[in-house]
């Protein structure tokens, strides 16, 4: 039986692959993902609801924050060349995105226009920092303290952030799509708390526990939130290929997938050549890559199945463009990897 450290190190190895799984095993089987998706009620407890979504999130989180080296934290804050700029990005990208898609699109033979792709990759580029790029980063060897306070700020801006987004790209998206979403966002704004909340718990827990508890917990945890990583992305795949694979549309595949590529193409251009124009260090370039690429699609998706139900095609480019940003930071791993061998025995900054 392996043991958590060699089972985190064997996962590691293969995250590339088991992620690919994750959404075979949604397009094969989606009825376990969907049933699990929705939030259930324990027995003997009332009204109180479990929502596995949350609870894997919060693991993820949970892990990361856990492994933030606290003392580094005031050097981003005297250095937070990296932090700002990140930030900066999660508006600029947009703009320098969705009208390129929006003018490809328009050439095509579509009635609207590719509007429905438009309206979500416009969500997506909107959306908060991915949770999951926390793993990423401490795979590539990523400023950590870096990605999560980049995870943690854009989090707590998006109730500003997220609404301005849309407002801004409202004449590529529609008066009447932009009124809809922006009554969900605000309806949406308390599960922040899901996202701030386990991030904060993995840092004090690193503060107050001593370090032979630490080391336990940390065994523990890694091993536990990887798998729980890959069930979250398990959880949401289904939920959007679910309904292709009742009604399949070949060709709106094909362009979902397409939009998506060049929007995660653009995206994570944009972060690499923002960083090489900072001068900024391989670990910090690493992490706002990453920051400016991966955006929380699983947030973008629950956002589209609430204000728009009626609408289940709209799910296929976010499902398309979250495998593309593990792909194309699964590319950026090996080019990191390849380029600095040390980072092989990193193995305590897996999540």
């Given at each position: 039986?392996?043991?958590?450290?060699?089972?985190?190190?064997?996962?590691?190895?293969?995250?590339?692959?088991?992620?690919?799984?994750?959404?075979?095993?949604?397009?094969?089987?989606?009825?376990?993902?969907?049933?699990?998706?929705?939030?259930?009620?324990?027995?003997?407890?009332?009204?109180?609801?479990?929502?596995?979504?949350?609870?894997?999130?919060?693991?993820?989180?949970?892990?990361?924050?856990?492994?933030?080296?606290?003392?580094?934290?005031?050097?981003?804050?005297?250095?937070?060349?990296?932090?700002?700029?990140?930030?900066?990005?999660?508006?600029?990208?947009?703009?320098?995105?969705?009208?390129?898609?929006a003018f490809l699109l328009r050439r095509t033979p579509d009635t609207d226009g590719?509007?429905?792709?438009?309206?979500?990759?416009?969500?997506?580029?909107?959306?908060?920092?991915?949770?999951?790029?926390?793993?990423?980063a401490g795979k590539s060897g990523g400023d950590q303290p870096t990605m999560v306070?980049?995870?943690?700020?854009?989090?707590?801006?998006?109730?500003?952030?997220?609404?301005?987004?849309?407002?801004?790209?409202?004449?590529?998206?529609?008066?009447?799509?932009?009124?809809?979403?922006?009554?969900?966002?605000?309806?949406?704004?308390?599960?922040?708390?899901?996202?701030?909340?386990?991030?904060?718990?993995?840092?004090?827990?690193?503060?107050?526990?001593?370090?032979?508890?630490?080391?336990?917990?940390?065994?523990?945890?890694?091993?536990?939130?990887?798998?729980?990583?890959?069930?979250?992305?398990?959880?949401?795949?289904?939920?959007?290929?679910?309904?292709?694979?009742?009604?399949?549309?070949?060709?709106?595949?094909?362009?979902?997938?397409?939009?998506?590529?060049?929007?995660?193409?653009?995206?994570?251009?944009?972060?690499?050549?923002?960083?090489?124009?900072?001068?900024?260090?391989?670990?910090?370039?690493?992490?706002?890559?990453?920051?400016?690429?991966?955006?929380?699609?699983?947030?973008?998706?629950?956002?589209?199945?609430?204000?728009?139900?009626?609408?289940?095609?709209?799910?296929?480019?976010?499902?398309?463009?979250?495998?593309?940003?593990?792909?194309?930071?699964?590319?950026?791993?090996?080019?990191?990897?390849?380029?600095?061998?040390?980072?092989?025995?990193?193995?305590?900054l897996w999540l």
């Amino acid at each position: 039986m392996l043991s958590p450290s060699r089972a985190t190190t064997w996962l590691h190895q293969r995250l590339g692959r088991a992620v690919c799984v994750s959404y075979a095993a949604a397009g094969l089987l989606p009825a376990p993902g969907l049933w699990l998706r929705h939030p259930h009620r324990l027995p003997f407890t009332g009204a109180f609801t479990l929502s596995s979504t949350e609870i894997l999130l919060g693991l993820v989180l949970f892990a990361a924050g856990l492994q933030v080296p606290v003392e580094a934290l005031g050097g981003l804050m005297r250095r937070p060349h990296a932090l700002l700029a990140g930030l900066g990005l999660r508006l600029a990208v947009p703009a320098l995105t969705i009208p390129v898609i929006a003018f490809l699109l328009r050439r095509t033979p579509d009635t609207d226009g590719g509007g429905g792709l438009v309206l979500a990759m416009s969500v997506i580029v909107a959306m908060p920092v991915a949770a999951g790029a926390t793993v990423w980063a401490g795979k590539s060897g990523g400023d950590q303290p870096t990605m999560v306070g980049l995870v943690l700020v854009s989090t707590l801006l998006s109730p500003l952030t997220v609404p301005v987004v849309i407002n801004g790209l409202s004449p590529l998206l529609g008066t009447g799509h932009v009124n809809v979403l922006a009554g969900s966002i605000h309806a949406g704004g308390s599960t922040l708390a899901t996202v701030v909340m386990p991030c904060a718990a993995g840092v004090l827990s690193r503060l107050v526990l001593p370090t032979s508890w630490l080391r336990r917990v940390v065994t523990v945890a890694l091993p536990t939130a990887a798998t729980g990583s890959l069930v979250l992305t398990y959880l949401n795949a289904s939920g959007a290929l679910g309904s292709f694979l009742a009604h399949p549309r070949p060709l709106l595949l094909v362009a979902a997938v397409l939009t998506a590529g060049v929007v995660c193409l653009l995206s994570f251009a944009i972060g690499r050549a923002l960083a090489r124009l900072l001068r900024l260090p391989p670990s910090s370039a690493a992490s706002l890559t990453l920051a400016c690429g991966m955006n929380n699609s699983s947030a973008g998706a629950v956002l589209i199945t609430t204000a728009l139900p009626h609408k289940p095609q709209l799910l296929l480019p976010v499902i398309a463009y979250g495998l593309l940003q593990k792909t194309a930071a699964n590319r950026l791993l090996r080019q990191r990897t390849v380029g600095n061998p040390r980072n092989h025995s990193r193995r305590w900054l897996w999540l």
